[in-house]
C-alpha cells in the first residue's frame, strides 16, 4: 500500500497536524467516436462543458473540465476523435489532440462496455509508439452493459456509467495515484479553464447536430462578434457559419423556426453555466468551403499542423 508524504497543517487552533501533499495533474480523455468522453467528463466535473452528441465526431476542439476534491485537483481534457484526416479541419482536429496527450500525466482510454474488450490504444489512435505516460483503460455505458458482458471484460476491469455514477468514485482513485504531488492549477471552485466564448460556440454546436439533418452540423460553425459580460442580459452577438449559400435557408427554417430553436437550446445552456439571463442575437453567414480554409481555420481556432506529426 502507497502513502502519500506527510505536510504539516495549521488547524485553527495554534496546533499542527499531518497532512497529504495535494496533487494536480491533467488527464487526457480519449477513445473511439461515441465512446461517452464528454458525457463522462460533464458527469465528472457535474457541469454540461462539453457538447454531447449521439452523432460521431462532434468534439473539434479539447474541452478542458476540472474536479478538485480536498487535496487533489483533475484537469480533465476531452479530446476530439484521434481519427484519420480526410481534409484540413480533421486534420487539425487531430493535432489537437496529440499536442493534448503529450502535455498530459496520464490517458483516460475509454470504451463502450457493450462492444467488448478494447483494442490497444495506439492501435486505435494510430500512433506510431504507444504514450510515454500511463494509460488507464475504463468501460463506459456500464447501465446498459449486460451482466455476461460485464464478466466478460473480467473482475479488474474498470466500469462506469456517466447516466448513473457508477464507478466514477473507483476510477477517481485509480486515476489520482498516477497525478504528481503540487499545488492545484486552479480555482478550488472553477469547473472550467476556457473562456466564455468558447463554450457559446460549443453550445450553439451543440444545438446543430440536435436540430440540424445529415452532413449540415459538420459544415456549421460559429464565430462570437460581441460579448457583453456586465449587461443585463448578457448580450451575445453571434455569427452562425456554413459553407455553402444553399445552407443559410436549412440554417433559418421556415419562418425562422431552425435559428430559433438553436437559439433557445443555446441561450438555455449559456444561462445555467452564467447563473444569470442571456440575450443572443444569432446571425446567419457564408464561410466558402471553411473547414478546408487553412486561414479560416486558423482563425476559429484551430492548431495549425506540426510538421513532426
Known amino acids: 500500500m502507497r502513502f502519500s508524504p506527510l505536510r504539516t497543517v495549521p488547524d485553527g487552533s495554534g496546533r499542527r497536524y499531518l497532512s497529504p501533499m495535494p496533487k494536480t495533474g491533467h488527464i487526457a480523455i480519449a477513445g473511439v467516436p461515441n465512446a461517452g468522453k464528454s458525457s463522462l467528463l460533464n458527469a465528472i466535473v457535474g457541469q454540461h462543458l462539453a457538447l454531447v452528441s449521439p452523432k460521431p465526431q462532434a468534439t473539434r476542439l479539447p474541452v478542458?473540465?476540472?474536479?478538485?476534491?480536498?487535496?487533489?485537483?483533475?484537469?480533465?481534457?476531452?479530446?476530439?476523435?484521434?481519427?484519420?484526416?480526410?481534409?484540413?479541419?480533421?486534420?487539425?482536429?487531430?493535432?489537437?489532440?496529440?499536442?493534448?496527450?503529450?502535455?498530459?500525466?496520464?490517458?483516460?482510454?475509454?470504451?463502450?462496455?457493450?462492444?467488448?474488450?478494447?483494442?490497444?490504444?495506439?492501435?486505435?489512435?494510430?500512433?506510431?509508439?504507444?504514450?510515454?505516460?500511463?494509460v488507464v483503460t475504463a468501460y463506459t455505458k456500464a447501465d446498459v452493459t449486460p451482466a455476461e458482458a460485464r464478466l466478460a471484460l473480467g473482475p479488474d476491469a474498470l466500469l462506469?456509467?456517466?447516466?448513473?455514477?457508477?464507478?466514477?468514485?473507483?476510477?477517481l482513485s485509480h486515476?489520482?495515484?498516477w497525478l504528481p504531488e503540487g499545488p492545484f492549477e486552479f480555482d478550488r471552485d472553477d469547473v472550467g479553464t476556457q473562456p466564455l466564448r468558447f463554450f457559446v460556440v460549443e453550445f450553439l454546436r451543440e444545438a446543430a447536430f440536435e436540430f440540424l439533418e445529415d452532413e449540415l452540423p459538420y459544415a456549421f460553425t460559429a464565430e462570437v462578434?460581441?460579448?457583453?459580460?456586465?449587461?443585463?442580459?448578457v448580450y451575445i452577438r453571434v455569427t452562425l457559419l456554413v459553407e455553402r449559400e444553399s445552407q443559410k435557408g436549412m440554417i433559418i427554417?421556415?419562418?425562422g423556426r431552425t435559428i430559433k430553436a438553436i437559439g433557445a437550446h443555446a441561450r438555455?445552456?449559456?444561462?445555467?453555466l452564467l447563473g444569470s439571463p442571456v440575450y443572443l442575437d444569432a446571425w446567419v453567414k457564408v464561410l466558402p468551403?471553411?473547414?478546408?480554409?487553412?486561414?479560416a481555420l486558423?482563425?476559429?481556432?484551430?492548431?495549425?499542423?506540426s510538421s513532426a506529426t
Do not use: K
Open 160 to 171: 462506469v456509467s456517466a447516466e448513473t455514477g457508477e464507478g466514477i468514485p473507483g476510477l
Open 175 to 177: 486515476l489520482e495515484q
Open 64 to 134: 478542458i473540465g476540472l474536479h478538485t476534491t480536498d487535496e487533489t485537483q483533475f484537469v480533465f481534457h476531452d479530446l476530439p476523435g484521434l481519427l484519420e484526416p480526410r481534409y484540413m479541419m480533421q486534420a487539425r482536429m487531430r493535432q489537437a489532440a496529440l499536442d493534448q496527450l503529450a502535455r498530459c500525466h496520464a490517458v483516460l482510454y475509454l470504451h463502450p462496455a457493450p462492444l467488448g474488450a478494447a483494442p490497444a490504444f495506439a492501435s486505435l489512435a494510430g500512433l506510431d509508439t504507444p504514450p510515454t505516460v500511463p
Open 225 to 233: 462578434e460581441e460579448f457583453r459580460e456586465h449587461s443585463s442580459p
Open 268 to 272: 438555455a445552456r449559456l444561462e445555467a
Open 289 to 295: 468551403n471553411w473547414r478546408r480554409n487553412a486561414a
Open 298 to 305: 486558423s482563425r476559429l481556432g484551430f492548431p495549425e499542423e
Open 253 to 255: 427554417g421556415r419562418g
